[in-house]
């Protein structure tokens, strides 16, 4: 067996090779070597080196576009911005809707005319002044929160109508 490639002179390592493992030229085997015994295998010869396969990039069921997103139209940016002032209006409403359904000042002063009003009709009589000051707190208390309700309500539809508004914008 020849020790180096007779092609490109690189040393061959092993005897069996068939051929040369640098540039694959096929190597002289030696005559005594050249029948292979009946109870053995054909020697195995080295497959040359595969090149890696890289797909190229593209946008199908394979794997997202590594390309530039296109850019979004002007219409796009104008529902979006709509959309957000949309989201706005909605936390806004929420907000006023909150403050506008609380009763808790309303209730206080309730309870704060009835015991005043108590305590001059006990201390006075009904015709003192404390007592009328106390009936008038109480009843300004229950007229108030009474008002406070009806804007409330009409902030609530005004509320819903936003949010159908806000699913309209999105689902379309």
């Not at 029948?35 to 190229?56: F, R, S």
């Not at 957000?84 to 006023?96: A, C, N, P, V």
Request: charged share 20%; proline share 9%; glycine share 6%.
């Amino acid at each position: 067996m020849a020790k180096f490639c007779p092609e490109c002179g690189n040393p061959i390592v092993e005897s069996n090779m068939p051929f040369c493992p640098k540039c694959g030229a096929k190597l002289p085997i030696p005559s005594n070597e050249s029948q292979i015994p009946a109870n053995q295998p054909p020697p195995v010869q080295q497959l040359p080196q595969l090149i890696e396969y890289v797909p190229p990039v593209s946008n199908n069921s394979y794997g997202a576009n590594l390309a530039k997103k296109p850019t979004p139209t002007i219409a796009d940016r104008q529902i979006a911005t709509f959309i957000l002032l949309k989201e706005h209006e909605i936390r806004l409403l929420q907000e006023k809707f909150s403050k506008e359904n609380s009763h808790i000042g309303l209730d206080f002063l309730k309870i704060a005319g009835v015991i005043l009003a108590f305590f001059f009709w006990i201390a006075a009589g009904y015709g003192t002044p404390g007592f009328v000051i106390g009936v008038l707190i109480f009843c300004s208390a229950n007229i108030w929160t009474y008002l406070k309700s009806e804007a409330a309500k009409k902030t609530e539809i005004k509320l819903n109508s936003a949010k159908a508004e806000l699913e309209k914008m999105k689902n379309a």
